[in-house]
């Protein structure tokens, strides 16, 4: 993860960013949410160093977004499950699956596809306007300054 | 940005980190969507070195995220606007805003707010079934194998 570089900035996407914003951390995200628990599982899935995995896994756990069980004594391992925290950053890869699927599309297609579990049907991240209940394109959004606007 | 490290896994989210995945660049591509074109504007508001915006700038200009404009002749200088695809970029701030505002709120409030240019009501970025067409609860997505599952 990188260095905390603006901790003091007013902003949701760059407190989000904190929290997640390295590559390694949402893809351990990404796993967690698609089944994977264990350190071996990770470690294989995503080719990535044991030493950076262990520090992700521990500050992901830290901020809350995946929590520990033990599933072994002597000696004691545990294993890591997505928190309410963590599911809910469903959506933010959900929207870049979609931005990654229509700009630069996986070679030999999607690995892995999000479907609600209700009835089969293909889920993806679209903006939606509170008051009119409608789906909203992107160029129809427009950014205003909001409560915690600098004057 | 950092270093390529998995240009070769098949997956949309690690190719989308490819391209926005370092946190400077993501701010960056929040401050172009909200309006701001010119060097001296991401420079004043992002607090950022000015080898890292230019970057930053050049990277997502390459990838096709925003567009140059030049907009003073003699010396030529360039502004920077977002293209289609920097403006398909919207869900995924969008995700971002809503989970940082809930698990990480600005102490000062949302300093910005998106609305739906039509009606003036708030933009979120919400997990919609393509088949039922209802919004889905991130506990009722399933990551399923897809065509390009590795076998």
Known sequence: MLPRTYPEINCSIARTLEVVGDRWTLLVVRN?????????????SLGIASNVLSDRLGRLTEAGVLCQRPYHDKPVRFEYLPTRKGRDLWPVLAAMIAWGDRYHP??????????????????????VCATCATAVSPDAVVSVDGPGAIA
Chains 1, 2 share one sequence.
Do not use: D, S
């Not at 967690?32 to 294989?44: D, K, P």
């Not at 996986?106 to 903006?127: F, K």
């Open 106 to 127: 996986p070679p030999h297609g999607a690995p892995r596809l999000l479907v609600h579990e209700q009835c089969g049907g293909q889920v993806a991240a679209e903006l």
């Open 32 to 44: 967690a949410l698609a089944g994977e628990t264990r350190f071996e599982q990770f470690q294989e």
